[in-house]
């Protein structure tokens, strides 16, 4: 059973930085996708980060040079550093992997960046 589980959430002030954690159960393959997506009330969920195959990194737009992706295969951790954040950044965060056809989501942890 797949399994992916978000930690790191908070309530930041805008120019803060912090660091979100997934633990990802059930996929033990390091050339499946794997990332972050986001969600702001009332708009698309969106990309932030995605290991499209190993050592390839993929992401949003409006995180580049700012968030950084990282992966311990060892651990079966996935992690997210956020710098220089802004109130736009406020979202929940959701892990993502991808086996096959499937998709596979965790329950998401919000992130508040307050001006």
């Known amino acids: 059973q797949v399994q992916l589980v978000e930690s790191g959430g908070g309530l930041v002030q805008s120019g803060e930085s912090l660091r979100l954690s997934c633990s990802i159960s059930?996929?033990?393959?390091?050339?499946?996708?794997m990332g972050w997506y986001r969600q702001a009330p009332g708009q698309e969920r969106e990309l932030v980060a995605l290991f499209t195959t190993p050592g390839v990194i993929v992401y949003g737009d409006s995180v580049k040079d700012r968030f950084t992706a990282s992966r311990d295969t060892a651990k079966n951790m996935l992690y997210l550093e956020m710098t220089t954040l802004k109130p736009e950044d406020t979202a929940i965060y959701y892990c993502?992997?991808?086996?096959?056809?499937?998709?596979?989501w965790g329950q998401g942890t919000q992130v508040t960046v307050s001006s």
């Open positions: 059930g996929i033990n393959d390091n050339k499946k996708p």
């Open positions: 993502y992997a991808r086996s096959g056809q499937t998709a596979y």
